[in-house]
């Protein structure tokens, strides 16, 4: 950044708001600025907490000492540059929102544009979300099938049994490294992206009229990033119907059970049936997250070996179908805003209508209320010219009359009250006064 784009992110960031959100550049520009438990204070967080924002969006910050090297006067470590974000990064940071990284590490900037492999592969050789998920995989809830179904949801989206845990994670982890040393990041897709899970069916026979478990599903699901388009992955192990017998409680697979085994169990007690249950086969499919695109591809593969041969095909044909997703994505965005542009403008003379049918309803009111309130002074005045006209005519009257008349009058005032047009004229509501 130049000189006067550096000033003024610093002016910026300086009369933000706390609760703004803060880009990767202007954060970057801050963490060098001033130090972190001055930051954290503007923004009611712990230096640590904004140590994890830095990370979340890949911003390096200065080193340990760095503030107080800068204090006496001491050549501080010079600043590198913010290295660029990758797809599927985090690119800005709302202070209050729930941070995206999945450990706590700095991002530091090495010389030179480290490759996608580097970035990822680490000491034990593991892809970054592959590190240390297997004890989450087996805190699971009961499945009849066999298939894991985890308590934790942010996993990489991995279907299998316990018995294949390991190869699957194994096989996973051999085809994210191999599209990470072609380019291509894995990664989780960014929170509220909008991108979903493609639907798939495990059952290698599937059987509408058959009852099946729900499965696991990841709260983000896992993606990899080809020439800059998404597209989800996901590694689930398939099941098949086979014979069980019920023993003591539960379905025990019969080819599970030894010869003497099934000899025993025989009787009343005992009885065979067919159920669905893990297979030790698998099926890669790749599928396009957008949803108005569906794309979907699968790769069966017999064992964890089978679906290393595959790689090399699975890579070529993603990134041969890239380009084509991206173009119907494109497409399918230029609808959804079209329909969604045609909503806005039905949604727009849908109000107009409303407010004119809302309008006319007021006036037609005001005019009721009015002509109402012509008809009750009216009839007022007709009242009290008749108990006027009588009035004159009781004076010719004898005394005795006269006075039992008056006396009538005077009731029939009381009773009938007057209309004064004045007031009947300002407790009326004009359209314009009514909601």
């Known amino acids: 950044m130049s000189d006067a784009e550096v000033a003024g992110v610093r002016e910026t960031v300086a009369g933000r708001s706390s609760r703004e959100p803060l880009t990767r550049e202007q ?59 990758r797809p599927g990064d985090t690119t800005v940071w709302t202070p209050g929102s729930a941070l995206t990284s999945m450990r706590p590490q700095v991002v530091r900037a090495s010389p030179g544009v480290p490759s996608a492999r580097r ?128 023993v003591d409680g539960t379905y025990i697979p019969v080819s599970e059970l030894s010869p003497i085994q099934v000899r025993r169990y025989q009787g009343p007690r005992y009885w065979k049936t067919q159920q669905s249950r893990v297979s030790g086969r698998f099926c890669l499919q790749a599928y396009c997250p957008h949803w108005g695109v569906g794309w979907t591809k699968q790769w069966q593969a017999a064992s964890d070996k089978q679906i290393s041969s595959l790689v090399p095909e699975l890579i070529k044909e993603l990134e041969a179908t890239a380009p084509i997703l991206a173009n119907q994505v494109a497409e399918a965005q230029a609808r959804a805003e079209a329909q969604r542009r045609e909503w806005e403008e039905e949604s727009r003379r849908r109000r107009e209508e409303q407010e004119r049918a809302r309008q006319a309803k007021l006036r037609q009111e005001a005019k009721n209320d009015l002509l109402t309130a012509i008809e009750a002074w009216d009839r007022a005045r007709r009242v009290q010219e008749w108990l006027a006209r009588v009035e004159r005519e009781a004076h010719d009257l004898p005394e005795a009359d006269r006075q039992q008349v008056l006396s009538r009058l005077e009731q029939a005032r009381a009773l009938v009250g007057g209309a004064d047009a004045l007031d009947l004229l300002k407790r009326w509501k004009a359209p314009g006064e009514r909601q």
């Open 27 to 85: 954060l970057f520009e801050l963490v060098w600025t001033e130090p972190m438990l001055r930051i954290g204070e503007r923004f009611r967080v712990s230096s640590s907490y904004m140590a994890r924002v830095c990370t979340d969006l890949r911003v390096p910050r200065p080193p340990r000492g760095y503030w107080a090297q800068r204090e006496f006067g001491k050549a501080p470590t010079e600043r590198p540059s913010l290295p660029p974000a």
């Open 119 to 246: 970035l990822h592969k680490l000491a034990d050789d593991r892809h970054e979300l592959l590190v240390g998920v297997k004890p989450h995989f087996l805190k699971t809830r009961k499945s009849e099938v066999g298939l894991l179904r985890p308590f934790k949801r942010l996993l990489v989206d991995i279907v299998t049994s316990e018995k294949q845990l390991d190869v699957v994670l194994g096989a996973a982890n051999d085809l994210f490294l191999a599209l990470e040393a072609k380019g291509h990041r894995v990664t989780f897709a960014p929170p509220n992206s909008g991108m979903r899970r493609a639907a798939f069916d495990e059952r290698e026979a599937p059987d509408k009229n058959r009852y099946h478990d729900a499965m696991w599903s990841p709260d983000r699901i896992t993606v990899v990033y080809v020439g800059g388009v998404p597209i989800g992955l996901t590694l689930f192990e398939t099941t098949e119907v086979v014979e069980v017998m019920y």
